[in-house]
Antibody, heavy 123, light 108 residues
Framework: QVQLQQWGAGLLKPSETLSLTCAVYGGSFSGYYWSWIRQPPGKGLEWIGEINHSGSTNYNPSLKSRVTISVDTSKNQFSLKLSSVTAADTAVYYC?????????????????WGKGTTVTVSS | IQLTQSPSSLSASVGDRVTITCRASQGISSYLAWYQQKPGKAPKLLIYAASTLQSGVPSRFSGSGSGTDFTLTISSLQPEDFATYYCQQLNSYPRGLTFGGGTKVEIK
């Protein structure tokens, strides 16, 4: 059974860089998309970006200038860096496994999620 | 493309039939997924490709729709179903994902 284990610093000061890593256990790393999603306190879900096993990335346009997602296939890990954080970046950050399929139209879903990491930005 | 869920919250009783709607701001060329999230927990996949039930999800959950209008239905609400539900779509260009704002299902 595939599991995602995530970790990273939970308290940052404004202007610092957020750094999180997600490790994939018990399943293949290739053939999937690996995403980061965040959820500010009391609010909804926001997709940050994704990467596949070959390192191809897609980012949320609203965050693209500050986001870097990278992959280490030798360790079955992928990572998120978000630069120049502010209080608005305070959120629970999740990693997730995504699958893309095609029937009459494309479909995409995330079936395995990490438990989440709470990141607080405060001076 | 924006996804608008309605209602944003609802109160219902155990045994009720509940329907949540997700409307896209323009016709989308992909199928929706639906997630359930309980407080302090990660979202859980319920339905993908608009109507395919994820393995292990009770059959009281169902999904339908295409184009701009999609629905998630819970045929008989159970105590463990009180949660927040999100729809999610795939954007083709630029490639990315969008979530609806969520629907909180509370106990009446």
């Amino acid at each position: 059974q595939v599991q995602l284990q995530q970790w990273g610093a939970g308290l940052l000061k404004p202007s610092e860089t957020l750094s999180l890593t997600c490790a994939v256990y018990g399943g293949s790393f290739s053939g999937y998309y690996w995403s980061w999603i965040r959820q500010p306190p009391g609010k909804g879900l926001e997709w940050i970006g994704e990467i596949n096993h070959s390192g191809s990335t897609n980012y949320n346009p609203s965050l693209k200038s500050r986001v870097t997602i990278s992959v280490d296939t030798s360790k079955n890990q992928f990572s998120l860096k978000l630069s120049s954080v502010t209080a608005a970046d305070t959120a629970v950050y999740y990693c997730a496994r995504g699958l893309l399929g095609l029937r009459a139209a494309y479909y995409y879903y995330m079936d395995v999620w990490g438990k989440g990491t709470t990141v607080t930005v405060s001076s | 493309i924006q996804l608008t869920q309605s209602p944003s919250s609802l109160s219902a009783s155990v045994g009720d039939r509940v329907t949540i709607t997700c409307r896209a701001s323009q016709g989308i060329s992909s199928y929706l997924a639906w997630y359930q999230q309980k407080p302090g927990k990660a979202p859980k996949l319920l339905i993908y490709a608009a109507s395919t039930l994820q393995s292990g999800v009770p059959s009281r959950f169902s999904g339908s729709g295409s184009g701009t209008d999609f629905t998630l239905t819970i045929s008989s609400l159970q105590p463990e179903d009180f949660a927040t539900y999100y729809c999610q779509q795939l954007n083709s260009y630029p490639r990315g994902l969008t979530f609806g704002g969520g629907t909180k299902v509370e106990i009446k």
